[in-house]
């Protein structure tokens, strides 16, 4: 049995991030998804495992349909890791910022010297 994926995994693919961009528009059916790439519909079956094995995508059956809709709440594993970092550049870009403006001062006392 295979690990479950993260959200990670699924966001690391460009095709897969454009797949969430459609269904998070509206829920699409199979078909629809696979006729807007230029790919086999095989490689987008492969694609939607992923995303749902991330918990991005639920599938449901209507008829002989199958929906996509998109979870996105499991996005918010993304966003909370990237503002930690986020968070600690600003820090850095702040340290450095106010290092800038004492050299500059630094200098502007020695030429009015």
């Not at 993260?6 to 961009?21: L, M, N, S």
Request: with cysteine; aromatic share 8%.
């Amino acid at each position: 049995m295979n690990a479950r994926r993260d959200v990670f995994q699924a966001i690391a693919d460009p095709t897969r991030r454009e797949i969430i961009g459609l269904i998070a528009q509206k829920p699409q059916m199979v078909n629809s998804i696979a006729e807007r790439f230029n790919v086999s519909r095989q490689a987008i079956s492969l694609h939607l495992k992923i995303l749902i094995e991330c918990g991005l995508v639920d599938v449901k059956q209507k008829g002989r349909e199958r929906i996509c809709e998109a979870r996105l709440d499991k996005l918010n594993e993304v966003a909370q890791w990237v503002e930690q970092y986020k968070q600690f550049w600003e820090q850095r870009f702040d340290a450095l910022d106010n290092y800038l403006v004492k050299l500059q001062n630094q200098n502007n006392n020695e030429r009015a010297k």
